[in-house]
C-alpha cells in the first residue's frame, strides 16, 4: 500500500492496544498448529489442522476495520471472505475427511503457513521490514529517473528496535513526493502466496526453482512498475490518492495476478489440479457429505 504522508499516516491508528496484541497472537497460534500438523502423524492431526485454519481466519477479523479505515474496500472485502472460508476448512480437517480432501487440506496448510509466516514475522522486525520498504523505495525511485522523474527515498522512519510493533508506521518518504511508501508496498504479501503455492506443489525441484525465480522477478518488478506509476498519477497528473491507490493500483494488482496466477499453472500444472480440489470442498456434494 502506498500511504501519503499528510493525509494518510495517522499514528493513532497504529498504537498497540490489547486487542490487536490477542489477534496477532491467534495469527501465530494458527500458523504453528498448522505447522505442527504437517509433522504429526497420530490421530490428532486433523485437530491440530482444523483448530489452525479456524484461528487464522479468525485473524481476519481484525483487518476489516483497518482496510475499511483507510478507504481500502477491496483488502477489506478480501479479509471478509478470508474469515469464513478458513473456518470451513477447519471445520472440514476436524472432521477427519476422505482421502481427496486430505491432499486438498495437506496442500492449504503447507501454502498458508510458507506465505503467512514469513509475512508477519517480518512484519513484526522493523530494521527488517524497513530495510526492504527502503530498497523498493530506492529501487522505484530509481525507475521514475529513467522516465524524467527526479525523486529520492528519504531515510527509514520509525525503525529503530529489531524485534517488536512500532507504535508508529514504519515508512520511507518519497522526496519531494506526497507519498511515503510502507511495508505492504514491497508486495512482499504476493511473493509468499506465490512461495506458498509452489512450497505445495509435488513437481521436481527443479521446476519449483524455476517456477520461483521467474514469479519472485515478476512479482518484484510488477510492484515497482505500480509503485511508480501511482507516485506519476498523484504527483503528476494530480489524481486523488484514494482513486489511484485503493482504485486504479487494485485493479492492475488483481489483473497482473491472474496473469501470473496463470504462469504459475503453466509452469507447475499439479497446483491448478490442487487448487481444484480445494475448491471441491466447497461443492454442495462435500458439503453434504460433512453433514453425513
Not at 96 to 117: N, S
Not at 250 to 265: D, H, Q, R, T
Request: charged content about 15%; aromatic content about 14%.
Amino acid at each position: 500500500m502506498l500511504a501519503q504522508r499528510n493525509n494518510f499516516i495517522l499514528s493513532g491508528a497504529f498504537h498497540i492496544v490489547s486487542i490487536a496484541f490477542v489477534f496477532d497472537t491467534l495469527l501465530f497460534l494458527g500458523l504453528e498448529l498448522l505447522a505442527l500438523s504437517l509433522f504429526w502423524k497420530r490421530k490428532e492431526q486433523h485437530l491440530l489442522r482444523g483448530v489452525g485454519f479456524v484461528l487464522f481466519g479468525i485473524y481476519w477479523l481484525s483487518r476489516i476495520p483497518h482496510f475499511l479505515g483507510s478507504g481500502d474496500t477491496v483488502n477489506a472485502v478480501f479479509s471478509l471472505l478470508g474469515c469464513p472460508f478458513y473456518i470451513y476448512l477447519g471445520l472440514h480437517a476436524y472432521r477427519a475427511p476422505r482421502c481427496k480432501d486430505e491432499r486438498a487440506l495437506h496442500f492449504m496448510a503447507v501454502t498458508t503457513f510458507a506465505a503467512a509466516f514469513p509475512y508477519f514475522l517480518i512484519a513484526q522486525m522493523p530494521k527488517v521490514s524497513g530495510a526492504l520498504i527502503y530498497l523498493v523505495a530506492w529501487n522505484t525511485c530509481l525507475l521514475l529517473r529513467v522516465f524524467g522523474f527526479y525523486y529520492v527515498p528519504g531515510d527509514v522512519q520509525n525503525a529503530d528496535v529489531w524485534f517488536g510493533v512500532s507504535s508508529e508506521p514504519i515508512h520511507v518518504p518519497i522526496i519531494p513526493s506526497s507519498i511515503s511508501l510502507i511495508f505492504a508496498c514491497t508486495a512482499l504479501q504476493s511473493m509468499l502466496i506465490f512461495v506458498g503455492a509452489i512450497c505445495g506443489s509435488t513437481s521436481s525441484r527443479k521446476s519449483r526453482v524455476k517456477a520461483l525465480l521467474i514469479l519472485a522477478s515478476l512479482v518484484y518488478i510488477l510492484n515497482l512498475v505500480r509503485n511508480a506509476c501511482l507516485i506519476y498519477l498523484v504527483d503528476v497528473k494530480n489524481y486523488p490518492f484514494e482513486l489511484a491507490h485503493n482504485w486504479i493500483g487494485k485493479v492492475g494488482s488483481l489483473i497482473a495476478l491472474l496473469f501470473l496466477a496463470y504462469l504459475l499453472f503453466r509452469l507447475l500444472p499439479d497446483i491448478e489440479e490442487k487448487i481444484s480440489m480445494v475448491l471441491d470442498l466447497f461443492s454442495i456434494s462435500a458439503a453434504r457429505g460433512n453433514r453425513q
